[in-house]
Nanobody
Framework: QVQLVESGGGLVQAGGSLRLSCVASGRTFSTYGMAWFRQAPGKEREFVAAISRSGGFTYYADSVKGRFTISRDNAKNTVYLQMSSLKPEDTAVYYC?????????????????????WGQGTQVTVSS
């Protein structure tokens, strides 16, 4: 098993930046593909970005492509989400998630049901 703890959320003005971190403990971090999801009030949880076990492959939702960057440091058991040019519509609780079932990219990476482990979430609020 793996435990995930997010941090780095907060209140930022539109156009600003934030960096989220997710620290993992438990099993070997490098055996997990990682992803970030977000959930706004009254909406379903949606995919934001994913990264392969080695960090060599990344994938983004169209809504964040070019503005967000996912990365990982396996030596520090940490995955990051650098968010820039933030918009009010980015306001949500952001969750990191881990899965060890599918190593090769496919549509399943975008599905919440693939991920067995979730953090508690960190709130990001973007004011206009």
């Amino acid at each position: 098993q793996v435990q995930l703890v997010e941090s780095g959320g907060g209140l930022v003005q539109a156009g600003g930046s934030l960096r989220l971190s997710c620290v993992a403990s438990g099993r070997t971090f490098s055996t997990y593909g990682m992803a970030w999801f977000r959930q706004a009030p009254g909406k379903e949880r949606e995919f934001v970005a994913a990264i392969s076990r080695s960090g060599g492959f990344t994938y983004y939702a169209d809504s964040v492509k070019g503005r967000f960057t996912i990365s990982r440091d396996n030596a520090k058991n940490t995955v990051y989400l650098q968010m820039s040019s933030l918009k009010p519509e980015d306001t949500a609780v952001y969750y990191c998630a881990a899965q060890d079932k599918v190593s090769t990219f496919g549509s399943s990476w975008l599905q919440t049901r693939l991920y067995d482990y979730w953090g508690q979430g960190t709130q990001v609020t973007v004011s206009s």
